[in-house]
């Protein structure tokens, strides 16, 4: 699985974004998918991921509310809405694929993984 993340770019405070992670391979559709960030300094953290067939979702409690994860197994993409975006949210989110179809929290869940694309956000 080979994944492409994008729509990143550089919003005001208070904006809303989407970001999108296109897979290619044959696997997209039976594996769990996550998005994860890592601002300047700070280590990778987790923000959302969804099972493979977009039944179950979990969002970091920090960002529940704002962010939402979906997918769309016939385009084979994965969408992160990133909504009342905050000066906080400023970072390069990676989206990543699971081995099988649950997915986790953790970095270590996930076997593949995008390029990242940044946002920023400015006051």
């Known amino acids: 699985v080979q994944l492409q993340a994008c729509g990143g770019g550089l919003v005001q405070a208070g904006e809303s974004l989407r970001l999108s992670c296109a897979a290619s391979?044959?696997?997209?559709?039976?594996?769990?998918m996550g998005w994860f960030r890592q601002a300047p300094g700070k280590e990778r953290e987790f923000v959302a991921s969804?099972?493979?067939?977009?039944?179950?979702?979990y969002v970091a409690p920090s960002l529940e509310g704002r962010f939402t994860i979906s997918r769309d197994n016939a385009k084979n993409t994965m969408y992160l809405q990133m909504n009342s975006l905050k000066l906080e949210d400023t970072a390069v989110y990676f989206c990543?694929?699971?081995?099988?179809?649950?997915?986790?929290?953790?970095?270590?869940?996930?076997?593949?993984w995008g390029q990242g694309t940044l946002v920023t956000v400015s006051s």
């Open positions: 391979g044959r696997m997209f559709s039976n594996n769990a």
């Open positions: 990543a694929a699971a081995l099988g179809s649950l997915g986790g929290s953790t970095a270590r869940d996930y076997r593949y």
């Open positions: 969804i099972t493979w067939n977009g039944g179950r979702t």
